[in-house]
């Protein structure tokens, strides 16, 4: 299976610019999409086919990147950006998710 | 407004079986393949498998092939997970999502009902 790396996690403050990452162990080509997943909800998609916003959700979101290694920047986080962020690849059977990444804002 | 509601969770024994449902509504569910995902308590996102729009195609991760069975009744707008054999791993809250037309990815995710497999 392909395994995708993501930081554990990171605490920042409001009005900072961050970037969450998110390494494949095999290429993945662009088939790579982000979700945000708040405390006691279900996941919810920000990004699809690595840098494509998906309808409704605010442009301080963005994500990059092709093959091995991605990024999904906040720009600028608010306290609302509290959550955790998981990376989900589509290239390679099965699809897998990354391990999360939880965002603390100070 | 699109809507995804699962039901069917609670505790069950070791190797008996329980039936998740997903009830859809506002969008026409026969035309989108759908999946069910889950995730363990404070653990990370896990799909376990997917059906196509008619039915006759469906997919499941390893460690659940043999023992869960997708399905769906689109007259009813639902979308089933038969889950027999059932172990302490697969305790979890089960998410039923939406995949876009033709793609792999999940657009739409339910509120998840939580299965929780003890003695």
């Known amino acids: 299976d392909t395994v995708m790396t993501q930081s554990p996690a990171l605490a920042v403050s409001p009005g900072e610019r961050i970037t969450i990452s998110c390494r494949a162990s095999?290429?993945?080509?662009?088939?790579m999409h982000w979700y945000q997943q708040k405390p006691g909800q279900q996941p919810k998609l920000l990004i699809y086919?690595?840098?494509h916003l998906e309808s409704g959700v605010p442009a301080r979101f963005s994500g990059s990147g092709s093959g091995t290694d991605f990024t999904l920047t906040i720009d600028p986080v608010e306290a609302d950006d509290t959550a955790t962020y998981y990376c989900?690849?589509?290239?390679?059977?099965?699809?897998?998710f990354g391990s999360g990444t939880k965002l603390e804002i100070k | 407004e699109v809507q995804l509601v699962e039901s069917g969770g609670g505790l069950v024994q070791p190797g008996r079986s329980l039936k998740l449902s997903c009830a859809a509504s506002?969008?026409?569910?026969?035309?989108?393949?759908m999946a069910w995902v889950r995730q363990a308590p404070t653990k990370g996102l896990e799909w376990v498998a997917s059906i196509s729009t008619g039915g006759g195609n469906t997919y499941y991760r390893d460690s659940v092939k043999g023992r869960f069975t997708i399905s769906r009744d689109n007259a009813k707008s639902t979308l089933y997970l038969q889950m027999d054999s059932l172990r302490s791993e697969d305790t979890a809250t089960y998410y039923c999502a939406r995949h876009p037309p033709g793609l792999n990815w999940f657009a739409y995710w339910g509120q998840g009902t939580l299965v929780t497999v003890s003695s």
């Open positions: 506002g969008f026409t569910f026969s035309n989108y393949d």
């Open positions: 086919l690595a840098s």
């Open positions: 095999e290429s993945v080509s662009t088939l």
């Open positions: 989900q690849q589509n290239w390679n059977d099965p699809l897998t």
